[in-house]
DNA sequence: AATGATATTGATAATCATTTTCAATAACAT
DNA sequence: ATGTTATTGAAAATGATTATCAATATCATT
């Protein structure tokens, strides 16, 4: 368990560290899935009996906000979670099955999509006196799954 | 009142030309804000009193599976509806302020756009085996007005 | 124009994801 | 070891949307 990377980056922050962070961070980063609130919840409930659902809603609003994670909107009112890896494909989009909700990343193009995004980007702020921060591309559709069963 | 041209396309579909249907499509089509369903309700309360807000949600649901209107989903989990004009600017992507959740329509490089859209949803399609049926662009902000608000 | 089958409506209650409240507990600077 | 206060979990509250159901309106057919 090389969890302990993360502990530092909560000092000074007035934020402790505690078990139900440290067991979210690390059911995270063991898994590729984004998972939603109740998913993690329930995934925890094996090796952490008695944690709360709140808290598990609390910690994923503080992971967010700490910059650990991304928060997916599903459309459906539901949010899905995934780790924020300091490592290779950082930038990536969403492919999001319609039926399942499952998501799957891509890369495809992201040089390409960049540029656009950027000219985009540059273009809103000017006409439309936006202050811009951020932006989301994404692909619905049916997942292989979703199609077999029916 | 030049109301009724939508009210041949509900023949021979089943559903029936009523009030509240007629109310709401006059509504949006003379408006080019992107409205949720209890803002729709609210404005129809002065015009059509008595009008219920479930009929509002039943009624959105039934024009976006006709293929009259866009629903657009704010990750708050909230939804906006658009009319979808059969005119110019039909496709077109959107800038949403995320402190009032105001929408803003733009067409900035559509061109470019629908070119790149294209090569990776084939890329997509066949990597991942996903039957891709629609995809969504948007950049989020702070709007003029929530700008000088603090 | 009157009739009748059934699509639609609106009030009410139910869901579902997420947030708020609050007293009990745990983390950590001292 | 101690005290301050951030954090937790249970329970209730919220906000958007959906399900139920009896009453009503639409419209094809007399
Ligand atoms: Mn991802
Ligand atoms: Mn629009
Ligand atoms: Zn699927
Ligand atoms: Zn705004």
Redesign the pocket.
């Known amino acids: 368990m090389p969890s302990h990377k993360w502990?530092k980056r909560?000092?000074?922050?007035?934020?402790?560290?505690?078990?139900?962070?440290e067991a979210i961070l690390n059911l995270l980063s063991k898994t590729s899935k984004h998972m939603?609130?109740?998913e993690i919840y329930q995934a925890l409930l094996r090796i952490?009996p008695?944690?709360?659902?709140?808290?598990?809603?609390?910690?994923?609003?503080?992971l967010e906000k700490m910059g650990f994670l991304n928060?997916i909107?599903?459309g459906?009112?539901?949010?899905?979670y995934e780790l924020i890896t300091e490592s290779d494909q950082t930038h990536h989009h969403h492919l999001i099955c319609t039926q399942c909700g499952k998501i799957i990343d891509y890369t495809d193009f992201v040089d390409e999509e960049l540029e656009l995004i950027k000219k985009t980007e540059k273009s809103l702020k000017q006409r439309h006196r936006f202050q811009i921060t951020d932006h989301n591309i994404e692909f619905y559709g049916v997942c292989e799954q979703c199609q077999k069963r029916r």
Do not use: C, H, M, Q
């Open positions: 502990r909560f000092r000074g922050s007035g934020s402790r560290w505690t078990a139900p962070r939603s609130a109740k952490y008695g944690i709360g659902l709140t808290t598990v809603y609390r910690t994923l609003d503080l928060k909107p599903l459906s009112g539901e949010n899905k």
